[in-house]
Structures are given as C-alpha cells and as structure tokens.
C-alpha cells in the first residue's frame, strides 16, 4: 500500500505537466547543469590552466547545453517540438537571461551602494554584490528563464518555422548557400 503510494508520487512528479511538478523538474535540471556548468570551469581552469574568463565561458556553454538537453527530454516533455527551434528559442531566452542578470545585478549593486542605511543595520558593502546577484539571478530564474521555457522554448509555435529555417541555412555548405542566392538574384 505504502508502496504504491510513493510510486504514484513519483509518476507524478516525473510525468505530470502542471506547474508545480514542471517547476520542479526544472529545478533539477537547473542544478545539473550548475554542477557542470561550475564542474567544467574549475577543471579548465586548474588542469588545463585556461583563463579565468576562458574557463566560465566554456563551462557556462557546456552547462547550457546540458540544461537545454535535459529540459527537452524530461522537464518539458517536448520531443514533439524540433529540436532545430529548440535550439534556436533556447539560445534567445539564454542570452535574454544573461543581458538581464548582467545589467540587473549591475543596476541593483548600484542601488544598494547608495542606501548608507544598510551598514546601519549590519549589511557589510562587500554583500552587496552577494545580495545583488542572488536577488537579480531568483528573479530572472522564475520569471524569465522558467516562464519562457515553459511557454515558448519547449512548445510549438510559429515562429519554429523561422527558427527551423534560420538553423537550416547556416548548416548548408557555403557552396549551397551562394547557389541559393544567385538562384534568387536572378529569378
């Protein structure tokens, strides 16, 4: 009985699509990724002795694709989207996500620099980065990355249709490419 009880929770929190159980999931796979994201920069960094930048660059990549992989498959349930508009969706809302936690950590540090009333209360200026860049990453987490992962990277739509062609034509030979221009030059 007991048994059969964990077992229907846990078809639940893998099969079901509401939003609490697909919050979930995503939290998983964010984490994943986080380890290989952070996995991969330490060891670039301290084995192969890449630069520091080099190393969280390639470690953020790798992390992204394991996240984009990992939603596709289990998040989201969305084998019936191309993965070719995947992709191309994915890597919008990724840059969006970068572009907001950037200015928004920077926006918000800037904002906390100028309450002096914070070192009043015990805050140290050396959190306000910390405080900044938790605050602004939560936010852009749940209402940025989630959402739109949720609503438009892993669901049809017609913009897939672009996103497919815009794959398709970077993935031609070069060859095939000049032809196809030449071709509609001189229709």
């Known amino acids: ?3 059969s009880k964990i077992k229907r929770i ?4 893998i099969n079901s699509n509401s939003l609490v159980f697909t ?3 995503s939290i998983g ?3 994943a990724a986080s380890w290989v994201d952070l996995g991969t920069g330490f060891v670039l960094f301290s084995l192969a002795h890449f ?3 080099v190393s969280t660059a390639i470690g953020a990549v790798a992390g992204g694709i394991i996240n984009c992989i990992i939603n596709y498959k289990f998040t989201f349930h969305a084998q019936d989207c191309p993965w070719k508009a995947v992709m191309v969706k994915y890597a919008m809302v990724w840059l969006g996500s970068i572009l907001l936690n950037s200015f928004g950590t920077q926006f918000v ?6 309450w002096e ?3 009043t209360v015990g805050f140290k200026p050396d959190g306000y980065y910390a405080a900044a860049r938790l605050g602004v990453s939560l936010i852009v987490s749940w209402a940025w990355n989630f959402l739109l992962q949720r609503y438009f990277v ?4 017609k913009f897939d249709e672009s996103a497919i062609a815009f794959v398709n034509y970077f993935t031609r030979n070069s060859s095939e490419r000049g032809k196809e221009s030449f071709d509609t030059k001189s229709n």
């Open 29 to 31: 796979a964010s984490q």
């Open 117 to 119: 009333w914070l070192e």
């Open 51 to 53: 630069a520091p930048w």
């Open 23 to 25: 919050f979930i999931r």
């Open 10 to 13: 846990g078809d639940k929190v």
């Open 154 to 157: 892993y669901r049809n739509c």
């Open 1 to 3: 009985m007991k048994d």
């Open 109 to 114: 540090y800037y904002i906390l620099v100028h």
